[in-house]
């Protein structure tokens, strides 16, 4: 079965805190390939990252970083020192034969 | 390089009307997928084309159906429309080379499509 999970519907902290949005996933294949995106109020999807299965290094992109843990099913994504503009809902997402988003986090970055 | 377009950007219809939405992906993109967003259902995969061909389906009633153009810009359509159709339609598009798995792709602004 095909799956992602983001378990936090909602999340609010101040600004400058650091924040980590959990995305956990399931399938059976051994190739396959995990995103983040964010969404803005505007509606637009914007694309963060890309991550194929064979590939657990983490990555850092300014404030953001990503951890990947296969042991897990993993694939966090954390916010450092989080701005008002970083509010959005975020989706993790998995693309083996096909995509499938999670639910999204609502993420509230409180000034 | 200018990014996915997605045309008309708000639509009201009635019940029992059809509609169709517009899309014209990133140039040099040759895949275009749709998607609806939902408050209760999320993010749902509708179709996919490349080449002009339907490549990838999800689980929608035959009363949604799309096309693609020899110039990759792709219209979906939804027939006899129900008030549960009332949605955030995405357009998102991909070079389509990888063959769908890898691709990243690339999204529209949406169409919010309400239905009376």
């Known amino acids: 079965a095909q799956k992602v999970t983001q378990a936090q519907t909602e999340i609010s902290v101040v600004e400058k805190e650091d924040v980590t949005l959990d995305c956990v996933y399931e399938?059976?294949?051994?190739?396959?390939?995990l995103f983040w995106y964010k969404q803005p109020p505007s509606g637009e999807l914007v694309f963060l990252i890309r991550?194929?299965?064979?590939?657990?290094q983490n990555e850092i992109s300014g404030r953001y970083s990503w951890n990947f843990q296969k042991s897990t099913s993993s694939f966090n994504f954390t916010i450092t020192a989080s701005q008002v503009v970083d509010s959005a809902v975020y989706f993790c997402?998995?693309?083996?034969?096909?995509?499938?988003f999670g639910k999204g986090t609502r993420l509230h970055i409180l000034p | 390089k200018a990014g996915v377009t997605q045309t008309p950007r708000y639509l009201i219809k009635t019940r029992g009307q059809q509609v169709t939405l517009s899309c014209s992906p990133i140039?040099?993109?040759?895949?275009v997928s749709w998607y609806q967003q939902t408050p209760g259902q999320g993010l749902q995969f509708l179709f996919e084309y490349f080449s002009e061909t339907q490549r990838n389906k999800g689980n929608f009633p035959g009363r949604f159906s799309g096309r693609q153009f020899s110039n990759s810009r792709s219209e979906m359509n939804v027939s006899t429309l129900e008030l549960g159709d009332s949605a955030l339609y995405l357009c998102?598009?991909?070079?389509?080379?990888?063959?769908?798995?890898?691709?990243?792709?690339?999204f529209g602004p949406g169409t919010r499509l309400t239905v009376l």
């Open positions: 998102a598009s991909s070079s389509g080379l990888a063959g769908g798995p890898s691709d990243t792709q690339y």
């Open positions: 991550r194929n299965s064979f590939d657990e």
């Open positions: 140039s040099g993109h040759r895949s």
């Open positions: 997402a998995l693309s083996d034969y096909k995509i499938i």
């Open positions: 399938t059976r294949d051994t190739t396959y390939y």
